[in-house]
């Protein structure tokens, strides 16, 4: 039998001691805007979900707060610790309630799918077209999470061309969905450069601020040659 969960209060109390040792000020620059930030360092927030997750953390879920940033921030790691379902609908429909309730890029990008490469593999066709959905949804970080996502799990031969029409079809003014469209992209030109540059150069339909980030990205990558970075400098709309 699993233990009691930690309840709502107790969790509240942990993260309010490990804030006390985080950076509060320096967390809040990074996520303007964002209320109720308390600044925890990301390794013991990690500490705390494998601590839930070792325990009842399917009750810990349905009673968790999200008041402060990282409650929220701690459900997707917890969800990332946890032995995903042997029903993958089931184990998505946990991700999903955690997609509803990001209100940052930082909770967005600190979660990962639980169940590491064999979860990936043996789910890889449903992973891809759920966050395919993702990215066509209405909210900012709903799309950023299915950008990021994508990102971390399908730049690959197989999915490099599909996913780049993924990423140009994306039409959504939100500044972390572009800022997230500009990374992928940087990476996928680090990962595949011969069909990034293809695309980059021809026919692609960024705006100039997406395209032009996706750009400064690459220049900046250290895994691309100086006679390559010279040659993107070079493609920057005015």
């Known amino acids: 039998m699993n233990p009691s969960p930690p309840t709502p209060e107790a969790i509240k109390a942990e993260l309010l001691r490990l804030a006390e040792q985080g950076n509060k000020p320096f967390t809040q620059s990074l996520n303007p805007g964002v209320p109720n930030v308390l600044g925890i360092r990301i ?12 325990g009842n953390w399917e009750a810990y879920l349905a009673t968790a707060d999200t008041y ?5 921030m701690l459900q997707g790691m917890v969800l990332g610790c946890i032995r995903p379902d042997k029903d993958v609908e089931r184990y998505l429909e946990r991700v999903t309630r ?12 600190t979660f990962k799918f639980a169940g590491g490469k064999r979860f990936i ?3 890889s066709d449903r992973l891809w077209h759920y ?15 299915g950008v990021v996502m994508a990102m971390q799990l ?6 490099i061309n599909e996913l780049l029409r993924m990423y140009d079809g994306i039409r959504h003014e939100g500044y972390y969905v572009r ?16 069909t990034t540059m293809r695309y980059l ?10 395209y032009n980030k996706t750009l400064q990205k690459i220049t900046e990558s250290l895994r691309v040659d100086a006679a390559t970075k010279q040659t993107i400098k070079g493609m920057k709309r005015k």
Not at 131 to 145: D, I, N, Q, T
Not at 154 to 159: K, M, P, Q, S, T
């Open 43 to 54: 390794p013991q927030l990690r500490k705390l979900a494998a601590r839930i997750a070792k």
């Open 68 to 72: 402060y940033m990282e409650e929220r």
């Open 98 to 109: 955690f997609v509803r309730i990001i209100n940052s890029w930082s909770v967005c990008d």
């Open 121 to 123: 593999e043996a789910n």
């Open 131 to 145: 966050l395919k959905g993702w990215m066509r949804s209405a909210g900012e970080y709903e799309v950023r999470f």
């Open 154 to 159: 399908f730049i690959d031969e197989g999915h």
């Open 179 to 194: 800022m997230g469209v500009a990374w992928a992209l940087s990476v996928c030109f680090v990962k595949c450069p011969d």
């Open 201 to 210: 150069q021809g026919e692609n339909t960024l705006d100039d601020f997406t």
